[in-house]
């Protein structure tokens, strides 16, 4: 019914876990029909302000959520984006995240 009414669909989500790609792929073979621009993720809303503000993050974000952050410069970061991500919760990366 909400795809014959005159209104615009999102599915929107706050994972952080997998990329919109493997998003839509576990929806459609639940039986949804969905289009992968129809998914807003907190990972859209983060690279949405990388974007609008241009910096380069450090991304302690899993790696199946890293294909969202294509084509965004990581190198020498000047921002930090944190997502569910326990295997960069260490020093190391703590460290570094804040520096």
Known sequence: RL???PVTIRFVTNTTKECK???LERLTK????IAENEIF???TAARNLLEQQQ???LLLVDKKALPDFTGIATDDPNAVVVGLAPEHFHYEMM????R
């Open 95 to 98: 460290n570094r995240a804040f």
């Open 41 to 43: 993720t907190s990972l």
């Open 21 to 23: 790609r493997d998003l």
């Open 3 to 5: 795809r014959s009414a």
């Open 30 to 33: 639940l039986g949804f029909d």
């Open 55 to 57: 910096v380069r993050p």
